[in-house]
């Protein structure tokens, strides 16, 4: 069967026209009906999830990082109880596939199960996977319902299922296109068996994943079987219909209400793999023409021969986590809200490889299209009555990303990811307020950090500690949110394999806005041989296990070690310690006209330090008693503007004097030409 194309993919994010008999049932649905639909379709998918949570055996699954819904019988999607966004958009791309090329052989019927993670057919990247089936009443296909869950483990050349050292998508593991793996109701035996004996590091694990994932789509198909029986085809079909109406509706008027202009924003990436390397990771120009929009990628770096490259849709995927949480987050999860948005995108760059790239690691590149992508609504929403309150920076992008692999404690195979250092990222600074301290997963808004005692209990590992990493975040007078940071200790095993997965460790990722200060990178940080478990047994009274001091002091003695945050595999022994890091997220507008007694907030609760509150914010205040000098700070300030407007120079001499800069040709190995990113020859792929 052909690999859907880029035109295919595109076209398929579009809904599907309605029907002469969709617009007959909507018509005939009152709008206290729709209304009480629409709440149903919630209850459903909302009860859906919670078993979703419950059934998962990773730490994405029970932390949340998950969607399930619900789609029309052509495909389109019509509401998502949501984890994520990343899935919401893209999804129609596998079941309209399904329905072009599977409909005569195998066929489409009541019972099946399909499956799928290849995101060469309209996946995010192969640990994103998706369970799919159809909804029929009475022999009709009225509906479609989905479970979408990442798994960490899928044999690739590393553990945990997002290889960092792929370089093409023949060693990133199982990449499987749409398939029906189960019929009547039940999972076919040979499919289990099939991927126990995969390869797969951690069969059990993954067998438990796409159990959930199977359980939670089939429980959505029966509750919407139960509403039919109960209401009648007619008016599902009819619920369906207005629910997509409707959300287009809503789009088009918020589209519609923008500024039309060009807005651009450009930003850069820090790492390719385990290779520091600065690329233009996203070069959007953001172009609203009256009720349209059109993203365009013209400018951005080429593909490259690491698994640091993203499919087109994963780009759509990403930036429907904005669009969802800022701009449309009062309107259904619909296909149709996208109706009014265009995609441009050149062959051959980064977020439109060849087909046979590597894309496990999609996502810290991905994810620097969503922060182009608040950045430039950012500009174009500000002079918006309606809307100027939802400005807001770009959340922390980077984080550590900490896999562990090998044996538990109960002599069971574990690869997985230890997601606290993902699900409690800092929300960027906001219009009117701070960002949110700790509030998620720039990729999963409504992720979990998952309970300590819950991953002690499961995982060879003891939590140290687990708190806000002071000064993570981004500064202005509306500070980004904090990160955190914990640590943990191997406990109980011998010895532990460990590798991480990121970006971020020397260019902060999420842009600020206005005058904010960008969040602080990511280190990298491991302390073998340490003296940490003998201090407590010895009940040592001066040892601290805050971060800061820990570092600075320090009160811990080992062999510390400090790197990117993206690291090979290695094998860690009982004692070592493996520190992860959420990022704060950027701050909005000048430092200088935050309030003086927030700032004194900030430092009780352990947000920022002294240093930052002197010479950032430029507070003038009495050591002990911690009481601000309300003259002293204004002086301090205005002494700051004034030397600001002293080194400041005309745009003119600035670009002068930029253009003659260039990154050390070794940092340029992926960047393609300098300053223009363009491609310098084909990639070659083992």
């Not at 990628?297 to 904005?322: D, K, L, M, R, W």
């Not at 009062?330 to 980064?350: H, K, N, V």
């Not at 602080?520 to 009940?539: C, F, H, R, S, Y």
């Not at 920022?608 to 009495?622: E, P, Q």
Request: proline share 6%.
């Amino acid at each position: 069967m052909p690999i859907p194309t880029l035109a295919e993919k595109l076209q398929w994010l579009k809904p599907v026209p309605a029907t002469p008999y969709e617009r007959e049932c909507a018509a005939k649905l009152a709008q206290g009906d729709y209304e009480i639909g629409a709440q149903i379709t919630n209850d459903i998918l909302d009860e859906a999830m919670e078993i979703f949570v419950r059934s998962s055996r990773s730490y994405f699954g029970v932390s949340g990082d998950s969607m399930v819904a619900i789609f029309t019988a052509g495909g389109d999607l019509i509401n998502a109880s949501c984890g994520t966004y990343l899935h919401a958009i893209i999804q129609p791309i596998v079941i309209k596939f399904i329905q072009k090329y599977y409909a005569e052989n195998p066929g489409i019927f009541d019972g099946d199960i399909w499956y799928t993670n290849d995101a060469l057919y309209g996946g995010i990247h192969n640990p994103d996977q998706v369970a799919l089936m159809p909804v029929f009443h009475k022999g009709k296909l009225l509906a479609w319902a989905s479970a979408a869950l990442h798994t960490t483990e899928t044999g690739a050349i590393e553990p945990g299922g997002m290889p960092v050292s792929a370089k093409s998508r023949f060693e990133e593991g199982l990449n499987m296109p749409p398939i029906k793996i189960g019929e009547k109701f039940k999972i076919r035996n040979d499919f289990l068996e099939m991927y126990s004996v995969y390869g797969l590091r951690a069969p059990a694990m993954f067998i438990s994943d796409l159990r959930a994932r199977c359980t939670t789509a089939d429980r959505v198909r029966v509750r919407l079987i139960e509403l039919v029986e109960k209401r009648g085809e007619v008016y599902l079909i009819g619920l369906l219909r207005k629910m997509q109406d409707t959300a287009e509706i809503g789009a088009r008027k918020k589209i519609k209400d923008l500024p039309d202009g060009k807005f651009r924003t450009v930003v850069f990436n820090d790492a390719i793999g385990y290779t520091p390397a600065l690329v233009r990771s996203c070069y959007l120009t953001l172009i609203k023409d009256g009720g349209r929009l059109i993203f365009n990628f013209e400018g951005t770096s080429p593909e490259n021969p690491s698994s640091y490259n993203v499919h087109t849709q994963a780009v759509v995927g990403h930036i429907a986590n904005f669009m969802y949480e800022y701009i449309f987050h009062d309107l259904p999860i619909c296909s149709s809200t996208f109706s009014a948005i265009d995609f441009e995108f050149p062959e051959g760059i980064i977020l439109n490889p060849d087909k046979m790239a590597a894309t496990s690691c999609c996502v810290y590149i991905g994810m620097q299209c969503r922060c182009a992508t608040h950045n430039s609504f950012a500009k174009m929403s500000f002079s918006s009555a309606s809307l100027w309150r939802q400005v807001a920076a770009a959340p922390g992008s980077q984080h550590s990303a900490q896999i562990c692999a090998g044996l538990s404690q109960w002599k069971l195979a574990i690869s997985d990811v230890l997601s606290f250092s993902l699900n409690t990222q800092g929300q960027g600074g906001r219009a009117s307020t701070d960002g949110m301290d700790s509030y998620g997963f720039a990729w999963c808004a409504f992720g979990r950090a998952p309970d300590s005692e819950q991953v002690e209990s499961e995982l060879p590992l003891s939590v140290m500690l687990s708190q806000h990493w002071r000064d993570s975040c981004g500064h202005g007078i509306h500070r980004g949110g904090s990160g955190a940071v914990q640590e943990w200790m191997i406990h109980k095993v011998p010895n532990l394999v460990s590798l991480c997965m990121g970006n971020g460790s020397k260019v902060p990722l999420g842009q600020p806005l206005f005058g904010g200060y960008a969040s602080a990178p990511i280190p990298g940080i491991t302390v073998k041989k340490n003296d940490l478990l003998k201090q407590m047994k010895e009940g040592n009274s001066e040892l601290t296990m805050d971060l800061r001091e820990m570092i600075e002091k320090p009160t811990v003695h080992g062999d510390w070690k400090y790197e990117l945050v993206a690291r090979t595999p290695k094998v860690f022994e009982e004692g070592d310690l493996l520190f992860g890091f959420s990022g704060g997220g950027p701050g909005y507008g000048d430092p200088l006209e935050r309030d003086p007694e927030t700032v004194m907030e900030d430092l009780k609760n352990h947000i920022i330090s002294d240093w930052t509150a002197v010479n950032i914010y430029k507070i003038v205040y009495g050591a002990e008693r911690r009481k601000v000098d309300t003259e002293k700070t204004k002086q301090q300030r205005q002494e700051e503007r004034r030397s600001r407007l002293a080194r400041g120079k005309s745009y003119d001499e600035f670009e002068k004097d930029w253009n003659k800069k260039s990154p050390p040709k070794e940092a340029l190995l992926y960047y393609g030409t300098w300053p223009d990113a363009k491609s310098t020859g084909p990639v070659f792929r083992p």
